[in-house]
């Protein structure tokens, strides 16, 4: 079974430029999360989707973050401007929906982010 | 605020001694916790999970306990390898509900050394 796909694995740009990560889950589940990951901390959610729907954006910050899922598979996190504070390693994870009981995450390698 | 603590930044044990790593917790709504395992360079991998009708869970030489009255969970690998050397992220996360979408809250990571 093939895991969640991201890329590109590393990138590099100037503060103020804008970025785009993709993310393409694990077949079959309808779950999605965009998760940042800075250097010492653990990762911390900025987007979760249900198919194409937005359940939770609570901690992205909208002035600059936006991410889509179209078609309820694949994934863009856009980030525009950049910020220094932006580096990190952005962490896409999916998981299978049940009705009932929560289930594991799967995460992809990762992209890191670094900002000049 | 730090719903998720793993207060021991990092751990060093003997190959073939046990591991324990601690994790604490304050959302008295979390009912399902999992452990992660991250190498350099790669995403948090699925380790073990344990939900709150249980108080242990086992697989293979890891096992996963919940105390709830405590709301303290703790992993532990017996015996420890090498190839365990890692960052353990613990994470929690509430029912799926009018007020909670499952998501997956982490603790800061604890930074496993086995030495052979």
């Known amino acids: 079974e093939a895991g969640v796909a991201q890329s590109p694995r590393y990138k590099i740009i100037e503060k103020r430029q804008s970025v785009a990560f993709w993310c393409n889950p694990i077949s079959g589940h309808a779950t999605l999360y965009w998760y940042q990951q800075i250097l010492g901390q653990g990762p911390k959610l900025l987007i979760q989707?249900?198919?194409?729907?937005?359940?939770?954006d609570s901690q992205l910050p909208k002035d600059r973050f936006s991410a889509e899922r179209l078609k309820g598979v694949d994934s863009t996190l856009k980030i525009q401007p950049a910020k220094l504070e932006d580096s990190a390693v952005y962490l896409c994870?999916?998981?299978?929906?049940?009705?009932?009981?929560?289930?594991?995450?799967?995460f992809g390698q990762g992209t890191r982010l670094t900002v000049v | 605020d730090q719903q998720v603590k793993q207060n021991s930044p990092s751990l060093s044990v003997q190959e073939g001694r046990i591991s324990i790593l601690n994790c604490d917790y304050t959302?008295?709504?979390?009912?399902?916790f999992l452990w992660y395992k991250k190498y350099p360079a790669e995403g948090p991998t699925f380790l073990i999970s344990?939900?709150?009708?249980?108080d242990k869970n086992e697989d293979g030489r890891f096992t996963v306990f919940l105390n709830k009255s405590a709301k303290h969970l703790s992993l532990h690998i017996v015996p420890s390898q090498p190839g365990d050397s890692a960052v353990y992220f613990c994470a929690a996360s509430a029912k799926r509900g009018s007020s909670n979408t499952g998501k997956l809250i982490f603790g800061q990571g604890t930074t496993l050394q086995v030495k052979p």
């Open positions: 989707f249900q198919n194409n729907g937005v359940v939770d």
């Open positions: 994870a999916s998981s299978f929906w049940d009705r009932v009981m929560n289930t594991e995450a799967f």
């Open positions: 959302n008295s709504m979390f009912d399902y």
């Open positions: 344990i939900s709150s009708i249980k």
